[in-house]
């Protein structure tokens, strides 16, 4: 099973400013590597696969990058709906995991 | 609009059994895969279970093996869960998703609480 760390576990972040979360995966996942928002009482929302792929309707302000054991989620420019919390999970085999999860809070 | 719903969530003793459904809408549901997802609340994500569109092909973590069966009827773009021998370590808020490699549509969840 591939055990996928990530850090910080919380983020503290200024509104406008450039948030950097990483996810490191205790064996090579290839680019098979997917990012998720969650806010409190909702469901996951898909952000990024395959790494660095947008999914559709994301703004251009969240970009992955990465590939074998290391990967970041990278936002731009802060804006309020962004707090919340963020996830990666791989796809690479069986069974899939996630990580642990960054919560993004205000500064 | 894709949508899925999650149904069958609720309380049950230890050692009890539920059914999970989720009913899809707005995609060819026989053409994608989906999976299973559940939540302890203010805690992170666990993979439960997946099963291709077809419903040949199907995998499960080991914290369910034996006990949770996944499957799907095509014909009414249902999906289920089949959960017996409940643990309290079962008790978790549990999303349906579509896809299989990454999901990309979410049910809203039903919560599972296992309690005496």
């Known amino acids: 099973e591939v055990l996928m760390t990530q850090s910080p576990a919380t983020l503290s972040v200024s509104p406008g400013e450039r948030a950097t979360l990483s996810c490191r995966a205790s064996q090579s996942v290839s680019i098979n590597l997917a990012w998720y928002q969650q806010k409190p009482g909702q469901a996951p929302r898909l952000l990024i696969y395959?790494?660095?792929i947008r999914a559709t309707g994301i703004p251009a302000r969240f970009s992955g990058s990465g590939s074998g054991t290391e990967f970041t989620l990278t936002i731009s420019s802060l804006q309020s709906e962004d707090f919340a919390v963020y996830f990666c999970q791989h796809y690479n085999n069986w069974p899939r995991t996630f990580g642990q999860g960054t919560k993004v809070e205000i500064k | 609009e894709v949508q899925l719903l999650e149904s069958g969530g609720g309380l049950v003793q230890p050692g009890g059994s539920l059914r999970l459904s989720c009913a899809a809408s707005g995609f060819t549901f026989s053409g994608d895969a989906m999976t299973w997802v559940r939540q302890v609340p203010g805690k992170g994500l666990e993979w439960v279970s997946g099963?291709?569109?077809?419903?040949?092909?199907?995998y499960y973590a080991d914290s369910v093996k034996g006990r949770f069966t996944i499957s799907r009827d095509n014909s009414k773009n249902t999906m289920y869960l089949q959960m017996n021998s409940l643990r309290a370590e079962d008790t978790a808020v549990y999303y349906c998703?579509?896809?299989?490699?990454?999901?990309?549509?979410w049910g809203q969840g039903t919560l599972v609480t296992v309690s005496s």
């Open positions: 395959a790494a660095s």
């Open positions: 998703a579509k896809g299989w490699t990454f999901m990309d549509y």
């Open positions: 099963i291709s569109g077809i419903g040949g092909t199907t």
